[in-house]
């Protein structure tokens, strides 16, 4: 498996929604070894890490991930930001965490072992509250 990255700074503040997407093709399966996300502003937020119970539709702009080793294949997998039909809430989070009002604070979340997101599916950053905008990476395998 090649190792495969991608940041994006999310615009989806709003309670209730998905702040960010990160989407399988219909080929293949990911298995996310990190998560990192950082506030963009001074605002209090509160994040859960999930499978949403259903995928975003028509994803508006789509960002394919890149591949840490230029040698490797093209990422199929992609980061959404904004959908005509948002993904919906994830029924339980694998993490949820607080973070405090100060620009720049954040957390990285390890996977050692993988977190696998099945073909067609995915995984969101998921907000608990209104939150702020968050600089945010994924990082695994394809």
């Known amino acids: 498996m090649a190792v495969y ?8 503040t709003a309670n209730a929604t998905a702040a ?5 093709a219909a080929t293949d399966r990911v298995s ?9 502003a001074a605002t209090a937020s509160l994040i859960g890490i999930g499978r949403p119970a259903a995928i975003g539709i028509t994803p508006t702009t789509p960002i ?4 840490e080793d230029p040698a490797n294949p093209a990422g199929t ?3 959404a930001l904004a959908w005509g ?3 919906t809430a994830p029924t339980n989070f694998f993490r949820r965490v607080n973070v405090p009002a100060t620009i720049g604070a954040g957390f990285v979340l390890t996977f050692p072992r993988g977190l696998v997101i099945a073909v067609s599916s995915s995984i969101v950053l998921w907000n608990l509250q209104l939150n702020s905008a968050l600089n945010c990476h994924f990082v695994g395998d394809e």
């Open 64 to 67: 394919t991930w890149l591949a």
């Open 5 to 12: 990255s991608l940041a994006n700074l999310t615009t989806g």
């Open 77 to 79: 997998a992609q980061t």
């Open 20 to 24: 960010i997407e990160l989407r399988t």
């Open 32 to 40: 996310v070894t990190e998560i990192g996300a950082f506030l963009n």
């Open 85 to 87: 039909t948002g993904p």
